[in-house]
């Protein structure tokens, strides 16, 4: 049972350049989420998908788009990444109980 | 504008001993709560929640503390024991409404170590 799962899990880019960081869930999840994490700063939510088909931003969208490809996948792209985009990157998913979010053990992207 | 924040950037504690991490919110949309924790390298793992109509849960050695009206939640971890050692976020988000049960926003963490 490998609940969520995110790929790559280090990547540095140039500044400029294009990613795409997967996310897949085996709980057959309705919701999916990405985060980022940065120091003093908690968590905070760039986009969310609260089911198949549809997807809303967060707190911090900007430079990030994402794609719902199915139920179990979410995936987040960097189309110019800058050095403000140096992060730790989760995805997580949820059901409607009071665990809130499972989580992905994250994606260090470092942008030189 | 930090709807969750955690003061305490830091915390050490005697093995054995109680420790007390707290929260505090601003956002009284907010009707449920919840602990994280994290070690390096991982991705945070829920701890212990609690709903607004409490104002105590309780989970072996983890106590949820929720006082409404001050808009202040803390937990208790007693014994603390080594292995507690590791980052904790408290989340918050608005139940009601069909709201995504994930969608959640943190506080800053803390980190806690637990001396041998």
């Known amino acids: 049972n490998a609940g969520v799962t995110q790929t790559p899990k280090f990547q540095v880019l140039k500044t400029g350049q294009s990613m795409t960081l997967q996310c897949a869930q085996d709980m057959n999840h309705n919701s999916m989420y990405w985060y980022r994490q940065d120091p003093g700063m908690g968590l905070r939510l760039i986009y969310y998908s609260a089911s198949e088909g549809t997807t809303d931003k967060g707190e911090v969208p900007n430079g990030y788009n994402v794609s719902r490809l199915n139920k179990r996948e979410f995936s987040l792209r960097l189309e110019s990444a800058a050095p403000s985009q140096t992060s730790v990157y989760f995805c997580?998913?949820?059901?409607?109980?009071?665990?809130?979010?499972?989580f992905g053990q994250g994606t260090r992207l470092t942008v030189v | 504008d930090q709807q969750v924040k955690q003061n305490s950037p830091s915390l050490s504690v005697q093995e054995g001993r109680i420790s007390i991490l707290n929260c505090d919110y601003t956002n009284s949309m907010f009707d449920y709560f919840l602990w994280y924790k994290k070690y390096p390298a991982e991705g945070p793992t829920f701890l212990i929640s609690?709903?607004?109509?409490?104002d105590k849960n309780e989970d072996g050695r983890f106590t949820v503390f929720l006082n409404k009206s001050a808009k202040h939640l803390s937990l208790h971890i007693v014994p603390s024991q080594p292995g507690d050692s590791a980052v904790y976020f408290c989340a918050a988000f608005p139940y009601g409404g069909g709201t995504s049960y994930g969608k959640l926003t943190f506080g800053q963490g803390t980190i806690l170590t637990v001396h041998p």
């Open positions: 609690i709903s607004s109509i409490k």
């Open positions: 997580a998913s949820s059901e409607k109980t009071h665990r809130g979010a499972f």
